[in-house]
């Protein structure tokens, strides 16, 4: 190679690889100093916006082309578009067509230039929701592309890109889908819709490579749910004709809950018309009798080691429009011919097993819906079963015709099929029923209109399966005889059944339904049924559970006098002892008997009425600890309300006799209502402190035991060993779900160390608030009368706000009663006698119920006559610094003391005593930290002056002081007026808070 060829060749490289670090500077300036995620997000929304009839939001956009060389990369972060169409075409429901997580787009710009190619490296969607609505005049949300009004420029429209398109991976990955259309009534929501996708795109024919699964497809039509929780497969190539606006499927495979589908066809678009024509043929993947049985679950039957021979097919077709109220057509059948089949290992085989199953659904209703299961035979091992039947109006009122003559041995099925470990079946079932009737029959609750003839029996079968926690047992005879309406009777010696969700437990079970009168061809068939059992018992979950013991009930069903087309249900029902729980809620009765109606109203709902009797009921429930037992009752039930006529109650050592209405008990035993009620409570004793104290739920009783390994009888007992609730107070709570109007009469009441008689008044429980309204009592040789609000909302704080007044108590008696008087106002010690006494106060409590005195905001009066001052060390001091003649106790004629309690402040406002030789103003103030500073103004004296004394100091060390007299023009009738309207003003803000939060 010569120097001069040498030379050439090393320029050319040096001018590429200069041209190449140019233009690779020019991309690294611009991508780090140009199109920054900071600037190039802004454009590329504002651009977005523009473009599409929408709003379009991206948090963040990148573009990269280095790490992704030689390809330039989009990423686009937490991005959502939502349309902009008018309330005609989305009335309700205004979420984002599309919001996704992250989004990235691959493109590379040197094949389009080199090349005259476009290719799309990778379009990627990850965690995004889409929602496509079709509104009922057939607009759809995605057409958001706003028409090009520009002018077209006729110099430059040769230049058009004729090249092609190459889409080499779309991939979406964990999406949400919906898809709404009102113009059919279709609503479909699929969850996490995978998609992978590839595609080669030219003027005229292009190719699409497509793989895609979703789980929990759930699909509606109309308010009907038609399917739930399908998985949804597809697997295929697709041939778009962009001339013809057609699409064509060639051995495409659909999985549809693991049984797969090899799809044939085509579907075309009517652009002007808006509209598909859909023509899609689908068979059996693998047309034989093992994918038909490998349909039963891996968890029951194992799935290797079958040899089976015999024809199948199972095929059908989808074929029609769709669009606007147009919707194709769906048949598929099913035909099993001569199949037989063994198992390896299984001593016996499947000896024949023939079906011709034909289904077809035209979702317009244009046509009757249908599915015909022309022959069902199956035999082997000592079973044959025969069957036909037959569902027309599918999608209507459904009429279903089924017969069937059968016998199954399920011993010497589980020698047939391999089951599964935990799996196990056994027993004898034998049926010869043919049965017609309407499924609006079931619903409307017409049994009688059901027609049935034959019989069922079980013997001791078993199907069981440990894995699942399912086990049922039965011993059971059914008979139907009716001729032209159902008529049967059933005697079941015992059933067992056993899952997760449900549990039933009966034994020697008899039941009989028959007509009842002449049927009304317009109306519900009057029929009636009589059912005796020896024991049930059941569950629901965890949370809810019935026992019955020996039982016996009568059913009668007539039309409604009002609505022919509406039934009326009659229950009697009697049982030696009945238990129900509810969470944690329990209910026991003996000796119980009910006769109860239930009637429909407009809105279908039930209501019942009736009466309900029991000898001993016993009621605990999580809202308090002591059970609450309740002796010979009869109760009246109408809609949800019972109504109780001097019912007797004891809970603990507390009595009630209680008349008046209850409301929505069983939805509060549930948790689902609020307990109303409005009852007269008459009463010999109520224990106060043991029912709060039983409000706590730190205090649990004996009767908190497990219910399967308790008997009925020990439960409803009322135990002497039934550990009772303490009766130290605690803060309670009351239940949210309960609003009581209850009017007392008790003629005596334990709270604290009191003891009240004669308690009379409204008590109303609401919003977790108990409220005592004009409340009157005796108690300490006294009257009283009281408002009073508790509230709780933890178990640490409470609110209380109350007034009360007192006639003629003992000043002893009365500090006994109310203790924190003893730091508010601790000269009342001083005195001895009867006084009339008045407190409105609010305040927050501590946790065992100790008013808390730095929260403590009241009004007080106190009037007494005929006062005795005794002595002490303070008296001792006063007299002898003021020369009484009586230095061991003087007698005040009277006194009147209005008392405010502010912010950790006592304030006594002065009033006029007379004691000795002397007459006086007193007032002053006083600390929680009990320091005091009070005047006595002397108005009258042996003194030829006036003059004051100053006590101050506190309770250990008191000191006088001489001075002038402060109150001389206080004590006035006017300024007395004015100090009482003051503290009555007060009384009047505390009371009108408290009862603000009653309202």
Not at 568 to 575: H, P, R
Not at 599 to 606: A, F, G, H, P, Y
Not at 886 to 910: A, E, R
Request: positive net charge.
């Amino acid at each position: 190679m010569n120097k001069r060829i040498k030379r050439t060749i090393k320029i050319t490289f040096i001018s590429l690889l200069s041209i190449f670090l140019i233009l690779s500077g020019i991309i690294a300036f611009a991508l780090h100093f140009i199109f920054t995620p900071e600037k190039l997000t802004p454009v590329v929304v504002e651009v977005s916006n523009k473009m599409l009839n929408a709003k379009v939001d991206i948090k963040k956009v990148e573009l990269t082309f280095f790490s992704s060389f030689p390809r330039f990369e989009l990423q686009l972060s937490d991005g959502s578009i939502q349309t902009l169409l008018s309330d005609s075409v989305i009335p309700q429901k205004r979420d984002s067509l599309i919001h996704f997580g992250r989004c990235e787009i691959a493109v590379n710009p040197m094949r389009y230039f080199f090349k005259n190619e476009f290719i799309l490296n990778r379009l990627m969607f990850k965690n995004a929701g889409i929602y496509a609505y079709v509104a009922p005049d057939g607009k759809a949300n995605w057409n958001i592309i706003k028409p090009d009004t520009a002018v077209t420029d006729t110099s430059t429209s040769n230049a058009q890109f004729n090249g092609s398109i190459q889409i080499r991976k779309v991939e979406f990955e964990n999406i949400s889908l919906v898809f709404d259309d009102r113009s059919n009534g279709i609503y479909t929501s699929i969850d996490s819709l995978n998609l992978k996708l590839k595609a080669s795109l030219t003027s005229r024919i292009s190719k699409l490579a497509i793989k895609t699964n979703c789980n929990n497809l759930i699909f509606w039509q109309n308010g009907e749910l038609l399917a739930r929780r399908l998985s949804l497969g597809f697997s295929g190539d697709i041939s778009v004709d962009s001339e013809n606006n057609k699409y064509e499927v060639k051995d495409a495979f659909v999985n549809v809950n693991n049984l797969s589908f090899k799809t044939n066809g085509s579907a075309q678009r009517d652009t002007v018309n808006n509209t598909l024509a859909v023509d899609l043929n689908y068979e059996l993947a693998v047309p034989s009798v093992e994918t038909l049985l490998e349909m039963i679950p891996a968890s029951v039957v194992k799935k290797d080691g079958l040899k089976a021979n015999g024809s199948v097919e199972f095929s059908g077709n989808i074929k029609g429009i769709y669009g606007k109220d147009q919707i194709p057509e769906v048949t598929l059948n099913v035909k099993i011919k001569d199949a037989s089949g063994k198992y390896k290992g299984m001593p016996y085989g499947i000896d024949n097993l023939s079906a011709d199953f034909d289904f077809f659904v035209d979702m317009m209703r244009k046509k009757q819906s249908y599915a015909t299961l022309k022959i069902f035979r199956f035999r082997g091992a000592q079973t044959d079963i025969l069957a036909d039947g037959k569902v027309s109006d599918l999608l209507g009122d459904p009429f279903i015709t089924f017969n069937t003559k059968s016998k199954i041995d399920f011993n010497g099925l589980s020698k047939i099929f391999p089951l599964s470990a935990g799996v196990s079946i056994g027993g004898e079932l034998f049926a010869d029923l043919h049965f017609k009737g309407h499924l609006s029959s079931l619903k409307n609750k017409d049994i009688g209109r059901l027609f049935a003839q034959g019989e069922v029996n079980m013997k001791n079968v078993l199907l069981k399966d440990t894995l699942h926690k399912f086990d049922f047992r039965a011993d059971a005879s059914v008979l139907f005889k009716g001729n032209k309406t159902l008529e049967t009777s059933a005697s079941i010696q015992n059933i067992l059944m056993t899952s997760p969700r449900i549990k039933i437990d009966m034994a020697d079970f008899s039941a009989g339904v028959s007509l009842n009168g002449i049927p009304d061809t317009t109306g519900i068939i009057p029929m009636k049924g009589n059912i005796s059992l020896k024991k049930l018992k059941g569950s629901l979950g965890d949370s809810i559970r019935v026992f019955s013991g020996l039982t016996d009930l009568k059913i009668n069903v007539k039309p409604s006098k009002k609505d022919k087309k509406k039934p009326i249900f009659n229950f009697i029902f009697e049982t030696d002892s009945l238990f129900m729980k509810a969470g944690k809620n329990k209910m026991g009765m003996d000796k119980a008997g009910f006769n109860i109606t239930l009637r429909q109203n407009k809105d279908s709902l039930w209501i019942p009425s009736g009466v309900i009797g029991f000898r001993r009921l016993k009621m605990i429930t999580d809202a308090l600890s002591l059970p609450i037992y309740m002796g010979n009752t009869r109760l009246t039930m109408e809609r949800h309300t019972i109504a109780l006529n001097s019912a007797r109650m004891r809970i603990g050592e507390s009595n009630l006799l209680a008349s008046g209405s209850v409301r929505n008990l069983l939805k509060a035993m549930t948790g689902k209502g609020i307990l109303m009620a409005n009852l007269d409570i008459t009463s010999d004793m109520i224990n106060c402190n043991q029912i709060l104290s039983a409000l706590s739920p730190d205090i649990m009783t004996s009767t908190d035991i497990d219910d399967d390994s308790m008997t009925f009888e020990d439960e409803i007992k009322e135990g002497e060993e039934e550990e009772q609730a303490s009766d130290n107070l605690h803060l309670f709570i009351i239940p949210d779900n309960l609003e009581l109007v209850l009017h007392t009469k008790v003629k005596k009441a334990l709270y604290n160390k009191m003891v009240f008689e004669k308690v009379n008044g409204l008590i109303e429980v609401k919003d977790r608030a108990v409220h005592l309204k004009n409340l009157s009592m005796r108690a300490l040789d006294a009257n009283m009368s009281t408002h009073l609000l508790y509230k709780a909302t933890d178990r640490e704080n409470a609110y209380t706000g109350f007034d009360f007044n007192i006639k003629n108590i003992n000043i002893g008696k009365l500090v006994y009663f109310i203790p924190e008087l003893d730091t508010i106002v601790p000269m009342l010690r001083s005195f001895k006698g009867l006084v009339d006494f008045n407190i409105a106060a609010e305040a927050e409590l501590d946790s065992v119920m100790n008013v808390h005195i730095p929260s403590l905001r009241s009004a007080i009066y106190v009037k007494g006559d005929s006062l005795v001052l005794l002595d002490g060390d303070t008296f001792r001091k006063l007299s002898k610094l003021l020369m009484f003649k009586n230095k061991k106790q003087n007698l005040f004629d009277s006194i009147s003391v209005n008392i405010t309690v502010d912010k950790g402040n006592v304030k006594v406002y002065p009033f006029l005593v007379e004691i000795d030789r002397y007459k006086a103003a007193v007032g002053g103030e006083q600390k929680l930290d009990m320091t005091f500073n009070y005047h006595v103004s002397i108005l009258k004296s042996p003194l030829p002056f006036k003059a004051g004394v100053d006590i101050y100091g506190n309770i250990d060390k008191v000191k006088f002081r001489i001075t002038r007299a402060k109150y001389k023009n206080l004590v006035s009738p006017a300024q007395i007026r004015e100090i009482d309207s003051t503290r009555m003003n007060m009384g009047r803000m505390i009371i009108d808070h408290f009862r603000r939060m009653t309202q």
